[in-house]
């Protein structure tokens, strides 16, 4: 901050104050003020030599040594929106309306909102806003600092002087405004506060919703969008879907390292989707779920330590290419998830942490403020202002990105005060427990208003404690989320996977221990980022043996996720079984689908998720326990496992899944309705890469019992792999009809099948 002139002893105090920037309301001196019959302008122009009121050509003089100027009048001649004239040194003539003369701009009713933490759309008033008064264009600037002793607009327009546009203190409220007559989408700026603690800082507007490209930090003017959105039939429909009963499988992605550019730089928001949109759609994904792209400082954080909660990453273009981005999901049937981080943020100097000079948006207390494992901040739950600027960024990026979905992270270190800490390092609650109530009060408002407002998003959690009813509505007492990541299940199901079969049979409760709670939650089923980095090892290397099985493994894993309750997610590059661990620096290793085994990888998740699209018994009753049932899960001394799953209106599918690289031969199943049970899928069909051991594409019932089922089929298991059987009941044959075709092979429905011959 330049110092300017030194002032002489003979001014008034809150001249002073205003020369020094130190004053607490600057529209007390600046700007236009009667007097009885006298009327008196003064404006504070460092850079100017003569200064004059544009409308009337009066004269304001400099007040001697410093940059401030001054008229009085006897006249009314002056109109309470004037513009000023001033000359630089090198003479050049300057016009703009002044700040000073404008009445305060944001409303009361809304201040009080935002001070109750009720204002759900605060993002259109705080931050920097177009904005029109009295028939003048410029922009509105708003933020929360109540600790600050004086906070100033600055940039590109005013040289990033602190001491030429200090804003208006609202009193009460904790907010700081001013409209900036004149000021344009596109300009750089950011708030220069004094805090509480002396400390003079430029901070980004925490409302920001643009910023330059890292390592520049300086927020940019976003202005209003005039996007031409034509994803209305999307937003329609997805207003009055059932997504409980209706299938949903994601695509996790992480932008900056899905695809690169040929010259080795980020896509930008259009060239991704342009790529990603036929890729899904080749794959059969429903929906694609973005790591966060919200703004953040350093690539290797992966999007986790936000500073700009409401502006799209400007890595990969502006705001309106996001929009472009999430449009041509839509208009494709593609809907898009985004990654959002509301339970901790970075210590970055120029960001939220300390933001007026105490403790703000955080604790105090490092036992409630601080993420040690992370380096990171922990979010105060319990002020209202703090509640409302996350509440108003998951709702900003609902309505002005059209978004279908927000995946909370971190949520479990969110609701527990001693996550990840030890006795002594937190503090308990006010009735002695571990339970964060603010945090939980949060959530539950969250969850709540976003449903209510945008109908048919969802909201996904990232929780991986038995916390209970998470995804239960908040009138009964759950947190209120749609869905709920199957942590339990994910670490279990790759627990066993990584034991060598000769040894599975000794863990085989790790398979079905899931059972006993799987329809307590909504439950997404992830293979997520997670658990292919930080020494993991990727999907592929996690498999046991040599590279027959580690494949033939990871087919059977796919299988037995796409057939078990719950929706599903999976981590780029896992579709094509990248070899090594994820880089968040490098592009995924497209080459390996020049190799076969990688291409059948490829090929069985599309052909997975075109079978859980069409057969309703696979994922209409995901979260319903009447949609599943074991046909056998005792069968450890084998490695086998075998289930139903049916829809709601009688649509049947059979599972079986054998977990050894031994073929089974006449391996007979239990099933309750007669008929004919047509192989869908095989997980060994050569088109996949597999041995090719099948049942000729499918078999017919026996009447006879087993595992108290009234009928039964004896199947082919082939080698570390699974079968979908799906129940065909006009199909039915009589046992001598069986005979008859006993050398006929019969013709199969699937592909995959019938190179399973």
């Not at 499988?249 to 900056?256: A, D, I, K, L, Q």
């Not at 209510?452 to 908040?474: D, F, I, N, Y």
């Not at 799953?645 to 007669?674: D, S």
Request: proline letters at 7%; hydrophobic letters at 35%.
């Amino acid at each position: 901050m330049s110092t300017g002139n030194s002032p002489s002893p003979q001014i008034p105090e809150p001249y002073q104050r205003i020369i020094e920037a130190r004053h607490h309301d600057p529209f007390e001196v600046l700007g236009r003020h009667s007097e009885g019959k006298r009327t008196i302008v003064r404006a504070f122009l460092p850079k100017a030599k003569e200064v004059r009121i544009a409308e009337t050509g009066i004269e304001l003089e400099r007040v001697p040594n410093t940059d401030l100027f001054v008229s009085e009048t006897e006249t009314t001649e002056v109109a309470e929106r004037y513009q000023l004239d001033w000359t630089d040194a090198q003479g050049q003539v300057h016009r703009h309306f002044d700040p000073y003369c404008f009445p305060p701009q944001i409303g009361d009713l809304d201040l009080h909102l935002f001070g109750e933490g009720k204002h759900w759309h605060a993002y259109r008033f705080m931050g920097a806003n177009p904005h029109t008064a009295d028939g003048v264009a410029g922009v509105l600037f708003a933020v929360w600092a109540p600790s600050a002793k004086r906070v100033s607009v600055v940039g590109d327009f005013n040289d990033w002087d602190g001491r030429v546009h200090p804003m208006r203190a609202r009193s009460g409220t904790g907010v700081w405004e001013l409209f900036l007559p004149g000021a344009k989408p596109g300009t750089l700026y950011k708030f220069e506060v004094h805090g509480a603690d002396d400390g003079l800082q430029l901070k980004i507007d925490p409302y920001g919703q643009a910023f330059q490209v890292r390592p520049q930090t300086a927020c940019i003017i976003a202005g209003a969008s005039e996007y031409p959105w034509r994803d209305q039939p999307w937003l329609e429909k997805r207003a009055e879907s059932d997504w409980q009963h209706t299938p949903m499988s994601v695509y996790e992605v992480h932008p900056g390292s899905w695809r690169k550019s040929p010259d080795g730089e980020f896509l930008t928001y259009r060239e991704m989707a342009e790529q990603l949109v036929e890729y899904v759609k080749e794959l059969g994904f429903t929906h694609v779920e973005l790591l966060p792209i919200t703004e953040h400082p350093l690539d290797a954080s992966w999007g986790y330590q936000t500073t700009g909660y409401f502006a799209p990453s400007s890595r990969f273009g502006s705001p309106d290419e996001f929009r472009c981005f999430v449009d041509l999901l839509h208009q494709n049937d593609i809907g898009i998830i985004l990654d959002w981080v509301p339970a901790h943020f970075p210590r970055d100097a120029h960001a939220l942490a300390w933001y007026d000079g105490t403790a703000l948006y955080e604790h105090a207390d490092p036992r409630q403020g601080e993420h040690r494992d992370w380096g990171t901040l922990i979010f105060n739950y319990g002020r209202n202002e703090v509640k409302n600027f996350l509440l108003s960024s998951a709702l900003f990026w609902l309505e002005e990105f059209h978004l279908d979905g927000l995946r909370v992270d971190a949520v479990a270190s969110m609701i527990y005060l001693d996550y990840s800490r030890e006795q002594g390092e937190w503090i308990p609650n006010k009735y002695g427990g571990r339970e964060n109530l603010e945090a939980v009060d949060f959530l539950r408002e969250l969850n709540a208003v976003t449903h209510e407002q945008h109908p048919g998003t969802l909201m996904v959690a990232e929780e991986s404690t038995a916390w209970p009813a998470v995804s239960r509505p908040t009138y009964l007492g759950g947190l209120g989320f749609s869905m709920k990541w199957n942590m339990g299940w994910m670490h279990d199901t790759l627990a066993y996977l990584a034991k060598d079969p000769i040894y599975r049979h000794y863990h085989h409760d790790l398979l079905t221990f899931g059972l006993l709670y799987v329809f307590t939650e909504n439950f997404v089923l992830p293979f997520s980022h997670d658990e292919v980095v930080h020494g993991k090892r990727s999907m592929l290397d996690k498999m046991p043996g040599d590279a027959w099985q580690k494949f033939a493994s990871l087919r059977l894993l796919y299988t037995y996720m796409f057939t078990y309750p719950g929706k599903k997610l999976l981590f780029m590059g896992c579709e094509f079984a990248q070899g090594r661990e994820w880089d968040f620096s490098q592009e995924l290793d497209w080459y390996l689908l020049e190799r076969s085994q990688h291409r059948g990888i490829q090929a069985i998740v599309s052909d997975l998720n075109r079978l859980y699209r069409k057969e309703p018994a696979l994922y209409a009753n995901d979260f319903e326990a009447e949609g599943f049932a074991w046909i056998d899960c005792h069968d450890s001394s084998q490695s086998v496992l075998s289930y139903l799953r049916t829809g709601q209106h009688g649509e049947l599918v059979a599972v079986v899944l054998n977990f050894t690289p031994m073929p089974r031969e006449n391996y007979r199943i239990g099933v309750p309705l007669p008929g004919f049970y047509r192989e869908a899928l095989n997980s060994d069909a050569d088109v996949y890469g597999g041995s090719n051991v099948g049942n000729s594409g499918g078999r017919a019932t026996e009447p006879v019992s087993w595992m108290n089922q009234p009928h039964s089929v004896p199947l082919n298991l082939p080698p570390l792999g699974g079968l979908i059987l799906v129940h065909e009941p006009e199909r039915e044959q009589e046992p001598e009809e069986l005979e008859e075709e006993e050398d006929t092979e019969t013709p199969p429905n699937d592909a995959a099948s019938a190179d399973a011959m």
